[in-house]
């Protein structure tokens, strides 16, 4: 099994304000979304991850977000099967304590 590079929720805000190029991906549900979620983070439900991968560039590097990092796993296992750089959020938006965006 493969093995998923996992990032903090401080590591995550860490390279966020240094404008890292890494892209965020809530797999959350809308509903779980509405609620707040990581400015600037692309929102994907985990359930079109495999459409929406194929329209992402694999130069780039993404760290996968969801409640509390397990939906975020099996996304990041998905990407990474399919040839992209992934990180899972670990403990995902419960342990978040940075800013959030209500959309």
Same mark, same amino acid.
């Given at each position: 099994?493969? /093995?998923?590079?996992?990032?903090?929720? $401080?590591?995550?805000?860490?390279? +966020? /304000? #240094?404008?890292? $190029? &890494?892209? +965020? @991906?809530?797999? !959350?549900? $809308?509903?779980? &979304?509405?609620?707040?979620?990581?400015?600037?983070?692309?929102?994907?439900? +985990? =359930?079109?991850?495999?459409?929406?991968?194929? *329209?992402? $560039?694999?130069? #780039?590097?993404?760290? %996968?977000?969801? !409640?509390?990092?397990? !939906?975020? %796993? =099996?996304?990041? %296992?998905?990407?990474?099967?399919?040839?992209? /750089?992934? *990180? =899972?959020?670990?403990?995902?938006? +419960?342990?978040? =304590?940075?800013? &959030? @965006? @209500?959309?």
């Amino acid at each position: 099994m493969a /093995h998923i590079k996992e990032v903090t929720t $401080d590591e995550v805000e860490e390279m +966020l /304000h #240094k404008e890292s $190029d &890494v892209i +965020l @991906i809530d797999v !959350r549900e $809308d509903e779980e &979304v509405a609620q707040g979620m990581i400015e600037g983070a692309l929102h994907i439900p +985990l =359930n079109q991850i495999p459409e929406k991968a194929e *329209s992402l $560039d694999k130069t #780039k590097e993404y760290i %996968l977000v969801c !409640r509390s990092g397990a !939906r975020s %796993l =099996n996304a990041a %296992l998905y990407m990474e099967e399919k040839g992209f /750089h992934v *990180s =899972n959020m670990v403990g995902g938006m +419960l342990d978040w =304590n940075g800013e &959030v @965006i @209500i959309k």
